[in-house]
C-alpha cells in the first residue's frame, strides 16, 4: 500500500497511482520470482543499511516518484526523495536516501533503477531537443512509439524534459496518415470521413508533398504532419501556410543537429520519436 504523501505527490504531477502500483509490482515480481537467494545467503533478516541513489552522469531527473513506490513496496518507509522530477542535476548528485533492511534495499535496488535511469535518459535527451530549438516558437513532443505497458510514465519523462506530449491513445484526436489516406481515396476524403463520424475532434492528417498540403489547408484541419520533408521544403509549407489557421508538424529526417533549422522554418512541432524509443539510460548507481 502506497504511503497517502507519496500518493498525493504522484496525482500532482498527472500520474495515476494505481497504474504505477501495478507497473512496479509487475517488476518486483519479474526480478525476484523466488526471492534474491543472493542476500538470504549472505545476509542476515535482520540487518539494517543505509543507502544512497546518485547520479553518475549529469542529467533531467524523471522517475523519483516511481522509485519511491519501489522502495515502499519492499517495506522501506524511511527514505528522502533529494531531488525532484524534472531538475538538472550534475554527477554526484544524490537523489534518494534510504535507511532499512538491508535485504529489503537489495530486492528494491534493481527495479529501481531501472525506472529511475530509464525515465531520467528520456527528460535528458528531451531536454536536449527543447535546448536546441531555443529562441523560437516550436515545441518538441513525442509520438506514440513507446515501450509496451510504459507510455504513461514515458510521456511525463518527456514533459519533465520540457517537451509535450502528442496523443496518449487512438482515442484521443485523429491522425490521418498515408494508409488512411490510400483508403479513403484522397486527403479530402479521409478529413471529411472523420469531421462526419467524429464532429469537433482535434484532425491532424499526413502529406508527403506540398500539393497534397494545399488540399489538407482548404479543408480547415487542425494540424498537418509534414512528413520526411527537406528543410527548404518545409519552408515553402510554412509560406504556403500563412493566412490559415492551420499548425505545422515536422516529421521525419529529424536529428538534434538540424532540429534548430527546422523550427527555425517556423513549424509550430517537431515530432522526435527518438525521445521514448532511442533515449540512453541516465546512469545511475546505488551505493551503500
Not at 509487475?26 to 543472493?38: K, R, S
Not at 519523462?157 to 485523429?174: E, I, P, Q
Amino acid at each position: 500500500m502506497t504511503s497517502p504523501s507519496l500518493v498525493n505527490q504522484i496525482e500532482a504531477v498527472g500520474l495515476k497511482i494505481d497504474l504505477i502500483e501495478q507497473r512496479v509490482a509487475q517488476a518486483l515480481a519479474e526480478d525476484a520470482h523466488d526471492g534474491d537467494i543472493t542476500s538470504k545467503a549472505t545476509i542476515t533478516a535482520e540487518q539494517i543499511s543505509k543507502a544512497t541513489f546518485t547520479a553518475r552522469k549529469s542529467g533531467v531527473v524523471a522517475g523519483t516518484l516511481i522509485a519511491a513506490v519501489v522502495l515502499e513496496q519492499c517495506g522501506l518507509e524511511n527514505y528522502q526523495l533529494l531531488v525532484k522530477d524534472g531538475q538538472a542535476i550534475n554527477a554526484g548528485t544524490e537523489l534518494i536516501k534510504v535507511e532499512g533492511n538491508t535485504r529489503a534495499i537489495l530486492l528494491a535496488e534493481r527495479t529501481a533503477l531501472n525506472f529511475l535511469s530509464h525515465l531520467s535518459g528520456i527528460a535528458t535527451l528531451t531536454a536536449q531537443w527543447v535546448k536546441a530549438v531555443e529562441g523560437t516558437k516550436t515545441q518538441v513532443r513525442d509520438t506514440r512509439k513507446t515501450t509496451p505497458g510504459l507510455r504513461e510514465l514515458e510521456k511525463y519523462a518527456v514533459r519533465m524534459g520540457g517537451g509535450t506530449n502528442h496523443r496518449m491513445t487512438l482515442s484521443d484526436g485523429a491522425l490521418i496518415k498515408d494508409n488512411h489516406i490510400a483508403a479513403a481515396g484522397s486527403v479530402t476524403a479521409a478529413i471529411s470521413n472523420v469531421k462526419k463520424e467524429f464532429p469537433g475532434v482535434e484532425i491532424e492528417v499526413e502529406v508527403d508533398n506540398l500539393e497534397q498540403l494545399k488540399e489538407a489547408l482548404q479543408t480547415g484541419v487542425d494540424i498537418v504532419l509534414l512528413d520526411n520533408m527537406s528543410i527548404e521544403q518545409t519552408k515553402a509549407a510554412v509560406e504556403i501556410s500563412k493566412g490559415f489557421n492551420t499548425k505545422l508538424e515536422s516529421s521525419g529526417g529529424l536529428k538534434i543537429e538540424n532540429a534548430a533549422a527546422y523550427a527555425a522554418s517556423g513549424v509550430d512541432y517537431l515530432a522526435v520519436g527518438a525521445l521514448t524509443h532511442s533515449a540512453p539510460v541516465l546512469d545511475i548507481g546505488l551505493d551503500f
